[in-house]
């Protein structure tokens, strides 16, 4: 039977249409007495609590001699609205629960009331189907006073039904399924990683690193992981394009269902994933510990990053330094840099210390200078947490300080090739008297670029009497450079190492020298030509020194992934889940 032509439902339709669209306001147990039978689809409904609030009407609901009366009540109402609800109906309750303050209310005093319970297992025995009990968990609840249980921060919310069957539409609400291996497919205008070099980069427990870092912020109120922030900021940076705070926040508006589920973004019913602002995003930056930041992003990688050792070299295990001392396991070089744009709360510049690997320039450390010191003062703070155990370390004159230079051999087990200038004077008068005219030279190299020749010889000697801790070779290298439309220079420079010849020839000498200018071209440059670092006006609080730790570990991440240009690798990874990869979150 067609049905529109149904007699029933026409009249149906008729009684209902001067409701249609309409807000009924009164006393809904008088109200409902004015629907007709069978014509309501759905109902969603937040009755008055248990003496929650007095809302100044007579016999309101909520104000009960006692919670059994407030049941009772509600009882009533349902099994009245049970007669204008369709078969195919569904209820839904959002009750919330209290605690007696009387034993007239019925139960002990302090004791939870368990009003929505009480409800709940009412209807059913009046012929109600509970289908569901949804916990609605407030993620920024009122405070509380209370000190001796905790706070109630969540309501319940009932599914009701009449019949075995009814109008339940479950894909409206589906949360799309997430496979825990997930397969790319290449499509056009697309760069996608291989999967031999995604797992090259990943890091193990990458998320158990930043929860590592403590978190600074008051707890009361705090909504977002500080994981999940160090993560936003990880990710975003790598894409190109997004290298302020608002951009960061971009980034993150454009993030899909999936991609916010593996940044561990809180979720909850009515508005989905919750997004920080601009403002939580920069007090981040502000606040956090740099240090403990740059421990969980800036770990050496797993292989050496430069194995440098003469070819003859006996392979043995590493330990400190002996006359049959083993090869040289790596190399790294320290340096300094001023952000330009970046002010502390004095005006004075923000300084970093930072230490990368020689060849790929990674950055393993980073600390900020004291603003009433110099960076020797943080040679030993930034090298403390690193293993240097047969490692050597490369550094300009500023860092050719005795007790510097005997706790990196004694108690790092560690090597150096230390440049001597005007600040050991002394020492300086002392090299440059030996008899470098009757020894020979051991190395020369010769370079040619950007419009300049340049030549570089150098010359080692021995030495077995040098005043200096550990010392065991003396190093002089000259520089001949010639450019374009000006005069042609020459530049000698001294240096020593406590290497052996055997761990350290000249060879591998001048190949240390040349390469501890990696941290300049490789981190430095990158930083403030690709991030824009030296531009950056960030000033408050930490932000300088932990937006410099969040760049050097996308560099490090990039050219782990094998690219060789920085911008080229950002742009690479302008998704979301790009970066994602790259970075190693599951």
């Given at each position: 039977m067609n049905r529109t032509a149904d007699p029933h439902r026409k009249d149906l339709q008729n009684q209902l249409e001067p409701w249609r669209g309409a807000i009924?306001?009164?006393?809904?147990?008088?109200?409902?007495?004015?629907?007709?039978?069978?014509?309501?689809?759905?109902?969603i409904t937040s009755p008055p609590y248990y003496g929650l609030r007095d809302y100044g009407m007579p016999g309101q609901l909520g104000l009960?001699?006692?919670?059994?009366?407030?049941?009772?009540?509600?009882?009533?109402?349902?099994?009245?609205?049970?007669?204008?609800?369709?078969?195919?109906?569904?209820?839904w309750l959002n009750l919330g629960d209290g605690y007696a303050r009387h034993p007239r209310d019925g139960t002990p005093t302090k004791s939870l009331l368990l009003g929505p319970e009480r409800v709940a297992l009412g209807l059913v025995g009046d012929g109600w189907r509970l289908?569901?009990?949804?916990?609605?968990?407030?993620?920024?609840?009122?405070?509380?006073?209370?000190?001796?249980?905790?706070?109630?921060?969540?309501?319940?919310?009932?599914?009701?039904?009449?019949?075995?069957?009814?109008?339940?539409?479950?894909?409206?609400?589906?949360?799309?399924?997430?496979?825990?291996?997930?397969?790319?497919?290449?499509?056009?205008?697309?760069?996608?990683?291989?999967?031999?070099?995604?797992a090259r980069v990943s890091r193990e427990g990458v998320w158990e690193r930043l929860a590592a870092v403590p978190d600074h912020r008051c707890a009361r109120g705090r909504v977002y992981p500080l994981a999940t922030l160090a993560a936003i900021w990880l990710c975003a940076l790598t894409a190109a394009g997004h290298d302020r705070i608002a951009a960061v926040a971009e980034w993150l508006r454009g993030t899909s269902y999936?991609?916010?589920?593996?940044?561990?973004?809180?979720?909850?019913?009515r508005d989905g994933h919750l997004l920080p602002d601009e403002a939580t995003i920069r007090r981040f930056l502000s606040g956090v510990d740099d240090q403990a930041l740059a421990v969980a992003l800036l770990d050496p990688p797993a292989a050496p990053a430069a194995v440098v050792e003469e070819p003859a070299a006996p392979a043995v295990p590493v330990g400190p330094p002996t006359p049959a001392s083993p090869a040289l396991a790596g190399a790294y070089a320290l340096d300094g840099k001023t952000s330009r744009g970046a002010r502390r709360?004095?005006?004075?510049?923000?300084?970093?210390?930072?230490?990368?690997?020689?060849?790929?320039?990674?950055?393993?450390?980073?600390?900020?200078?004291?603003?009433?010191?110099?960076?020797?003062?943080?040679?030993?703070?930034?090298?403390?947490?690193?293993?240097?155990?047969?490692?050597?370390?490369?550094?300009?004159?500023?860092?050719?300080?005795?007790?510097?230079?005997?706790?990196?051999?004694?108690?790092?087990?560690?090597?150096?090739?230390?440049?001597?200038?005007?600040?050991?004077?002394?020492?300086?008068?002392?090299?440059?008297?030996?008899?470098?005219?009757?020894?020979?030279t051991s190395d020369t190299t010769r370079d040619h670029g950007h419009g300049r020749d340049e030549t570089r010889t150098l010359k080692v000697a021995t030495v077995a009497h040098l005043d200096f801790p550990y010392a065991d070779q003396a190093i002089r290298i000259q520089r001949r450079r010639r450019e374009k439309g000006r005069a042609p220079t020459r530049e000698t420079i001294y240096a020593i190492t406590d290497a052996t010849r055997e761990q350290a020839g000249p060879a591998v000498l001048a190949d240390l020298a040349r390469a501890h200018w990696h941290i300049e071209v490789k981190q430095h440059y990158v930083r403030d030509v690709t991030f824009g670092e030296d531009a950056s006006t960030s000033r408050t609080g930490r932000a300088p020194a932990t937006l410099a730790i969040f760049r050097g570990a996308v560099i490090n991440a990039i050219r782990r992934a094998g690219f060789r240009y920085i911008p080229s690798g950002r742009r690479a990874h302008k998704t979301a889940t790009a970066a994602l990869d790259l970075h190693g979150f599951p």
């Open positions: 009924l306001v009164g006393d809904v147990r008088q109200r409902l007495a004015e629907l007709p039978d069978d014509s309501i689809d759905c109902v009960e001699s006692s919670v059994l009366g407030w049941v009772a009540e509600l009882r009533a109402i349902m099994n009245q609205l049970a007669r204008v609800l369709k078969p195919t109906c569904v209820l289908r569901n009990k949804v916990i609605w968990a407030k993620t920024n609840p009122l405070p509380t006073s209370v000190r001796d249980r905790l706070g109630t921060t969540y309501e319940v919310i009932y599914c009701f039904v009449r019949a075995r069957r009814y109008y339940f539409d479950l894909d409206a609400i589906r949360l799309p399924h997430r496979s825990a291996g997930r397969t790319r497919t290449a499509r056009p205008g697309k760069i996608y990683l291989p999967e031999s070099a995604l999936e991609e916010r589920e593996r940044l561990r973004l809180p979720w909850n019913p709360a004095d005006g004075g510049r923000v300084h970093l210390l930072g230490v990368a690997t020689h060849g790929d320039g990674l950055l393993v450390g980073q600390r900020e200078v004291d603003n009433k010191s110099n960076e020797t003062t943080a040679f030993r703070p930034l090298l403390e947490g690193l293993d240097l155990a047969g490692k050597i370390l490369t550094f300009d004159a500023m860092h050719t300080v005795r007790a510097n230079l005997d706790w990196l051999v004694t108690e790092k087990n560690a090597h150096y090739l230390a440049v001597i200038k005007g600040n050991q004077p002394t020492l300086k008068d002392f090299l440059a008297a030996l008899p470098w005219a009757d020894i020979p």
